[in-house]
Structure formats: C-alpha cells, structure tokens
C-alpha cells in the first residue's frame, strides 16, 4: 500500500507564510523522490518542488526564491517552507512520489488560499 497525507494548509493574507507537510508511506526505492504539485480546479497540476534521497533540490520557476522542500533524515515526511506568499499561490497542494504523480495516483492534499 501507499499514501499520501498532507496537512499544514489554510487562509493567510498576502507576504506572509505557511508550513505544509506531507507523510508517505510506501516502498523505499518507491519513495526516491518526493515532491509538492498544486491545483487549481479547471486547470493542470504545476510541479512545486522535490527533493530526492542524493540531496538534490528542485523548484518550479514560480516559487524560486520564496519556497523551501525538505526532507528531514532522508526519511518519509516532507515539508514545504512557503514564505511571501502570493494570491497566484492559492491552490490544493500535493506531495507525490516521481513513481506514483507518474501514475496520476494522488492524495487529498492540502488547501492554500492567499487574499491580498
């Protein structure tokens, strides 16, 4: 079995910030990578940030600079740093493993909503 959780969201105005989590259980060589994807309904999910177990961090254009992906320990929980948000940052974000945002296998994620 594997999963998702997310957890952390919620309502905050523009400039300040927010902390998300994510628990995945699953197989290890399954959980190389884990990474943050929002949504924003009607519209295709956008890759946030990853990191992988060789310590390489990755960011989507639009968050570079603001937002911070770690991986404590290298082990299963993830956290999404997200200072000076903006309203463009609202959306119900995701983690995911590289395997299973493959598959198109998601979890309930978690809603962020920026008001200016």
């Known amino acids: 079995q594997v999963s998702f959780v997310e957890s952390g969201g919620g309502l905050v105005q523009a400039g300040e910030s927010l902390r998300l989590s994510c628990v995945a259980s699953?197989?290890?060589?399954?959980?190389?990578?884990l990474g943050w994807y929002r949504q924003v309904p009607g519209k295709e999910r956008e890759f946030v940030a990853s990191v992988n177990t060789d310590g390489q961090h990755f960011y989507g254009d639009s968050v570079k600079g603001r937002f911070t992906v770690s991986r404590p320990d290298y082990a299963n929980t993830l956290y999404l740093q997200m200072n000076d948000l903006q309203p463009e940052d609202t959306a119900v974000y995701y983690c995911?493993?590289?395997?299973?945002?493959?598959?198109?296998?998601w979890g309930q994620g978690t809603q962020v909503t920026v008001s200016s």
């Open positions: 699953g197989d290890a060589w399954r959980l190389w990578s």
């Open positions: 995911n493993s590289h395997i299973f945002a493959g598959r198109n296998f």
